[in-house]
């Protein structure tokens, strides 16, 4: 079926059954491969876009239930050339080490500041829930506090 949505601000309809992930959709149609397969339960985060604004889980969210709704994916959030504040603190920290799990980590956290612009340590913990197997929560925590202005955002 046709489900008609809005995609990086551009129009979108996407041909497949409604109860496609929208990961799949994403990925499979739009071929924006920014977004990450990593578990397909909804546990490690890798998949993160944002929906009307609102991190989700996009292996674990049908399609069907996007359509008429926002939808941006990392390849959205900013590009080489303009680069989201996340996006080049996540460079100016070294944050990404294999890299996997990051465009999951840096929708989680631009949608955390769009919620709590000046987080604390305990915000950070409680809503970047992504899984890091190369373990960069220290620095994804200081490249945050490094765009939000608040503690220990200085580059070491
Ligand atoms: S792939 Fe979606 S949460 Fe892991
Ligand atoms: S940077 Fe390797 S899994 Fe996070």
Known sequence: ??????????????????????????????????????????????????????????????????????????????????????????IAHQVPQCGYCQSGQLMAAAALLSHSPRPTDAQIDAAMTNICRCATYVRIREAIHAVAGTSAGAVA
Not at 28 to 50: M, Y
Not at 57 to 80: F, H, M, Q, Y
């Open 1 to 90: 079926m046709a489900i008609e949505t809005s995609v990086n601000g551009k129009p979108v309809t996407f041909h497949v059954d409604d109860d496609t992930p929208l990961l799949w959709a994403l990925r499979e149609e739009l071929r924006l491969t920014g977004t990450k397969f990593g578990c397909g339960i909804a546990a490690c985060g890798a998949c993160s876009v944002h929906v009307d604004g609102e991190v989700v889980r996009s292996c674990s969210v049908p399609v069907g239930t996007v359509a008429g709704k926002s939808i941006t994916t990392i390849e959205g959030l900013g590009t080489p050339e303009a680069p989201h504040a996340l996006q080049t603190a996540w």
